[in-house]
């Protein structure tokens, strides 16, 4: 039978890759009372590299029958939004969750996960989840086309088409598709769609692999699912970008 997943298999490396963003997304049960002064006060002593603090609140607004003016409710503090000195990594610590982002230029997978373990650590050792309820792991890549037409077929294996029985051009797209991995937890939203800019056209191949089965936190447990959504992460986009598109990206 042949494994749904393996993790063996090698992908080639390329050095203009287009990701914009990494995200990893990881939903929990603390099991310590949320304590927004003391979490702020670990933060700032344990992150000296990440000097740019944000404060997250949760506010809720209600336009009530009658009345012109909305009621505000104000749920405090929900979270810290922390940016390192370069702005190249933000990382949230939340009531109920950690993100963790790498913007661009992406490096390389191992120092992406290796920064995200360590501060998912620092996470764990302040807030103790109990229980994972989500893991998502996000790829945003970004294709940089310098021309005004472009020929969606150059880059992209299977390409949005117009109605051929209108024969009207394809002036832009947005095309979803939600996928199931065989034999395991994970589910997969592809996202592609163009983004348009003065001189130039943005391909978007958004690539979002989650788990929803909830499980006691277990360290191990992170670090296999992070292997495992990061194979399923490259056989979408080398599944879904052209030979041609690949070795212009190497």
Not at 146 to 174: C, I, M, R, T
Not at 195 to 215: K, S
């Amino acid at each position: 039978m042949v494994k749904p997943i393996d993790l063996q298999e090698k992908f080639q490396h390329l050095s203009k890759a287009p990701i914009v963003e990494a995200v990893l997304d990881i939903r929990v049960v603390p099991s310590v009372k949320w304590d927004e002064t003391s979490l702020q006060n670990e933060l700032k002593k344990r992150l000296p590299d990440f000097p740019k603090h944000e404060t997250m609140r949760e506010t809720k607004f209600q336009l009530p029958p009658g009345k012109a003016a909305p009621v505000v409710e104000d749920f405090g503090c929900v979270g810290f939004k922390l940016h390192s000195s370069d702005n190249l990594h933000i990382v949230q610590f939340n009531k109920g969750s950690f993100v963790f982002s790498r913007l661009k230029p992406y490096q390389d997978w191992e120092r992406f996960s290796r920064e995200a373990l360590r501060l998912w650590a620092i996470y764990c050792e302040l807030l103790k989840p109990s229980e994972v309820r989500r893991v998502g792991l996000r790829f945003i890549n970004r294709i940089t086309i310098n021309q005004s037409k472009v020929e969606l077929a150059e880059y992209y294996k299977y390409p949005p088409e117009p109605l051929k029985e209108l024969d009207w051009p394809l002036a832009g797209y947005l095309h979803h598709d939600v996928m199931q991995v065989p034999e395991t937890a994970y589910s997969v939203n592809v996202i592609k769609t163009v983004q348009n800019v003065p001189g130039e056209i943005g391909l978007l191949l958004d690539i979002d692999v989650f788990m929803q089965n909830h499980f006691t936190y277990n360290e191990l447990r992170i670090i296999e699912c992070l292997e495992e959504m990061r194979w399923v992460k490259n056989k979408i986009f080398f599944g879904s970008l052209t030979d041609k598109l690949i070795q212009e990206l190497k």
